[in-house]
């Protein structure tokens, strides 16, 4: 009998060690840096992508595939408003791959692009953080340090103060819920930070943005194609700090059919209020055009009613089918007006923005025919 529970206690005590030894060597792991043109075995990381959407998920495609992330940065000093977009870019057959850094002024309209080699691409298998070449970002600080044709653009901004995304594990791990594990989809859709207080400046060829006292957003996209047509609506920059609202409307193609699916939110005294085709709201097109949308989403408890408009934009490269070889408009200094009421008509919310992320992509028609 003695015999019987030492032996039980030995082999106790050699789980114990094998678990905490696989532990350590998955900390030491997730905490290094890597090449993605290395396509090293990670298989830890596998599973921990599944669990934090925010964190590189392509790190063992060959071909078709792009992923980037959007930082949306708006100063509180000076009227500076800038987007940077930094991501990896592979072709349908694998043979043009690179890294880029996209970059728009949102009171200009002026758009730059990046190119760098794809080896110049660097992920952490730890958290969200990118490196393109000198380059790095994470969800607390970006880093520039550019300088080709001509222009050149150097800073540093940090990010404080972030309201994540409340990520409920596995089962439900971003905005895309369920939705997440379907296969086959063209697209995904990530967001990292809802709103976030920003710090530092960056000097984009020769002019100086302040972000002190700014404010920030990032999300993130991957797969292999943007949608054929989108509607995209973003901004923290209402009358009162702390509120924020995102919405993405797309058509998404499935099994040889497709339909127009739609996921958001409303973040508004620390707390977030999601609506998406999943969660059994409804949206309902009220007019569209190519500068301005009037729509409503309805759910069990709020009827949000949106209207955007655009009076200029700005021309960004958009991925398809890997390649970074479609164009489409983006403005990041729209018009909002969102007005959230109950479901008796009781208005409980009604707020501006006069710095709105705004992209009407496609045919807004055929998002309007498609739903379901």
């Known amino acids: 009998m003695v015999q019987s529970i030492s032996k039980v206690r030995i082999l106790f005590i050699l789980v114990l060690f094998s678990w905490g030894l696989s532990a350590d060597i998955y900390s030491q ?39 980037g992330w959007y930082f949306k940065m708006v100063s509180g000093v000076n009227s500076g408003i800038l987007s940077v977009i930094p991501g990896i870019s592979i072709s349908e057959d694998g043979e043009e791959q690179h890294a880029f850094i996209q970059l728009i002024d949102g009171n200009t309209t002026e758009t730059w692009y990046f190119r760098f080699p794809i080896e110049d691409f660097y992920f952490s298998t730890a958290d969200f953080a990118v490196r393109i070449g000198p380059n790095y970002f994470s969800a607390d600080r970006l880093f520039l340090d550019l300088d080709q044709d001509g222009m050149q653009v150097k800073g540093e901004v940090l990010m404080g103060d972030k309201v994540a995304w409340p990520s409920a594990g596995v089962l439900n791990p971003g905005i895309m819920g369920w939705y997440r594990y379907v296969p086959f989809m063209q697209c995904y859709h990530g967001v990292v930070s809802m709103d976030h207080s920003l710090s530092g400046k960056i000097n984009l060829g020769g002019k100086n943005y302040i972000f002190d006292k700014g404010r920030g957003y990032i999300e993130k996209d991957w797969g ?116 959230i009421k109950d479901l008796k008509g009781k208005e409980l919310y009604k707020g501006s923005s006069a710095v709105t992320g705004l992209e009407l992509v496609g045919d807004l028609r055929a998002l309007k025919d498609n739903l379901k």
Not at 29 to 48: G, H, I, M, N, Q
């Open 224 to 339: 292999s194609s943007m949608p054929s047509s989108w509607i995209w609506i973003q901004t923290n920059h209402f009358e009162t700090p702390g509120i924020s609202f995102m919405l993405s409307v797309a058509d998404v193609p499935w099994l040889g059919k497709s339909f127009t699916g739609f996921l958001g939110f409303f973040l508004k005294d620390g707390e977030v209020y999601n609506f998406a085709s999943y969660t059994g709201a409804k949206l309902l097109f009220d007019s569209t055009s190519e500068s301005k949308i009037n729509l409503r989403i309805l759910d069990s408890q709020h009827e949000y009613i949106v209207e955007a408009y655009r009076d200029g934009s700005g021309v960004l490269l958009a991925p398809s089918l890997g390649s970074m070889d479609r164009r489409i408009s983006e403005s990041i200094q729209a018009k909002l007006v969102l007005t």
């Open 29 to 67: 792991e997730t905490r290094a840096e890597v090449r993605f043109s290395d396509y090293p075995f990670l298989p830890f990381y596998e599973w921990k992508k599944l669990k934090h959407p925010e964190i590189f998920q392509g790190n063992r495609r060959e071909d078709k595939y792009f992923e």
